[in-house]
């Protein structure tokens, strides 16, 4: 993505990373052709790994699949921690008691 938005230089594919972007006017927009109501998002994040960049648009790979961005939509980008490893939802099995 040559440099972020935040200046912290260019972003590299397979990086986890962060990008905020402008939805589209059809996403974002009711129909009636005027601005988005404001119960209606006008931006979105995505968080994944990049898999690709053109001159065109961005891929971030989420959980949920991935995210084609435009280039022009992107508002800010920067590279994310790796994400945390699910806990162990699951409670110790007690030892078991004797029988008396």
Do not use: F
């Not at 993505?1 to 974002?28: D, F, H, K, Q, T």
């Amino acid at each position: 993505m040559g440099s972020s938005p935040l200046g912290e230089g260019p972003l590299r594919v397979g990086e986890r990373v962060v990008v905020r972007y402008r939805l589209r006017p059809e996403i974002a927009d009711d129909g009636d052709g005027d601005s988005p109501p404001a119960h209606r998002p006008t931006m979105s994040d995505a968080v994944g790994v990049l898999t690709e960049v053109t001159p065109e648009i961005v891929v971030v790979t989420t959980r949920r699949g991935a995210v084609s961005i435009e280039r022009s939509s992107v508002l800010l980008a920067k590279r994310v921690p790796p994400a945390p490893s699910p806990r162990n939802r699951t409670r110790p099995i007690d030892p078991p008691l004797p029988l008396r």
